[in-house]
């Protein structure tokens, strides 16, 4: 029975040799694998992709998994399982990263963006590929009203919000004597007033169902603040007091807040930066390198998932050791 439903089950998945998910979840294999060694490499590999897609439908099999409900691998193995994200900004850069690592775990989502261009397009086909749910939206997230409209288009797509992630912001650098007020206000309302855009707009649903996650994206800047940065600074650490508040406004309501502070991120926005300002960076991070994109995303999905369903009120520094 087993050698049979090999064949139906093998058409649906597609296994990573190196994955150590895979071979956790099949313990069995470790002794097969032993038991092998003689033959050549090859017929050895042969064998043991065929032992390992076998005790996978063994497993499923006693399971009582139906195959007709198993889509894709995240399916057995998602962080985020069945659950819904709102990523804001997430067109490019960080918020794109985490809208795939999501949707790799299992998440539906909608993301926003100022316009939904090719690049965003092109995002939107990249979360499809995970085989979730994944819609765009253009919408500014500084704007209270848009905010409103464009939250309830997506619980009226998605059903419910399990997710929000305020990760659009925008710098507009200068030291604070040049520094004018239009500077001040745009970065403000980008920054920080699109989370409280998105947090009122989304709590209300939250409540309803007595549990929610949102991501603050703050910056290592709005914990120690940062010369000629004076807006984008002040606008992080109210991202950091803002979630605080919000965890322990809504913590009986099962809502958690926490704020992710990068540290030096290769994105668009840092690369914009002179090469000389660059290395002057990296020199300063103790595992001298600028951080990735995923290194943010596989926080953010932490602070998303369970895993992290006892965690309220946190930032996490994603730095490289940058300040400690
Ligand atoms: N890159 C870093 O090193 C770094 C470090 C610390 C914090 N951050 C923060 O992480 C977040 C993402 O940064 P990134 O480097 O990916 O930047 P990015 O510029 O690559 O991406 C930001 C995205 O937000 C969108 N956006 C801007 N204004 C918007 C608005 N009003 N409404 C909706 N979307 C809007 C942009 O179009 C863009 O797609 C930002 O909040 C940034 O401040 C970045």
Same mark, same amino acid.
């Given at each position: ?5 090999? @064949?139906?089950?093998s058409s649906k998945y597609k296994f ?9 979840? &099949? ?5 097969? !694998? ?9 017929? !050895? +590999? *042969?064998? $043991?992709?065929? =032992? ?13 998994? +139906? ?6 691998? =995240? ?24 809208? &795939? ?24 086909? @990249?979360? @499809? ?12 997230? /500084? ?48 920054? &920080? ?10 709590? %209300? ?27 984008? =600074?002040?606008?992080?650490a109210g991202l950091i007091a803002l /979630?605080? *508040? ?5 913590? !009986? ?8 502070? %990068? ?11 002179? $090469? ?7 020199? +300063?991070? %103790? ?6 994109? $995923?290194?943010?995303?596989?926080? /953010?999905?932490?602070? /998303? ?8 009120? @946190? ?10």
């Amino acid at each position: 029975m087993l050698i049979n439903r090999y @064949e139906n089950y093998s058409s649906k998945y597609k296994f990573n040799n190196n994955s150590a998910a895979n071979i956790l979840s &099949l313990p069995g294999l470790v002794i097969i !694998r032993h038991s092998f060694t003689p033959f050549t490499k090859f017929f !050895r +590999k *042969s064998l $043991e992709e065929v =032992s390992r897609r076998i005790i996978f439908a063994g497993l499923c099999d006693l399971a009582g998994v +139906k195959q007709k409900q198993l889509k894709h691998k =995240s399916d057995i193995m998602g962080l985020l399982d069945g659950k819904v994200a709102i990523v804001t900004g997430a067109a490019r850069g960080i918020g794109k990263a985490i809208a &795939l690592k999501f949707a790799s775990e299992g998440a539906d989502v909608a993301f926003t963006d100022l316009v939904i261009n090719e690049a965003a397009e092109e995002t939107v086909k @990249e979360i @499809e590929a995970f085989g979730h749910k994944v819609k765009a939206y253009a919408s500014n997230a /500084a704007d209270f009203e848009q905010t409103h409209e464009v939250v309830n288009q997506i619980l009226a797509d998605f059903g419910k919000i399990d997710i929000l992630v305020n990760n659009a912001g925008i710098t507009k650098d200068g030291l604070m004597l040049k520094m004018s007020e239009a500077q001040w206000d745009a970065v403000l309302n980008v920054n &920080l007033k699109s989370a409280f855009n998105f947090i009122h707009a989304c709590i %209300p649903s939250m409540m309803r169902q007595k549990s929610g996650s949102i991501i603050n994206m703050s910056s290592v800047v709005g914990v120690h603040g940062n010369a000629s940065q004076c807006n984008y =600074s002040a606008s992080k650490a109210g991202l950091i007091a803002l /979630a605080k *508040s919000i965890g322990q406004e809504m913590g !009986r309501k099962g809502i958690r807040a926490n704020s992710i502070a %990068p540290g030096f991120i290769d994105t668009p926005m840092t690369q914009a930066l002179p $090469e000389d300002v660059r290395k002057q960076w990296i020199e +300063k991070i %103790p595992l001298r390198r600028g951080g990735t994109v $995923e290194d943010i995303a596989n926080v /953010a999905t932490f602070l /998303a998932s369970d895993m992290s369903s006892y965690v309220s009120g @946190e930032v996490i520094q994603v730095d490289g050791g940058m300040n400690m």
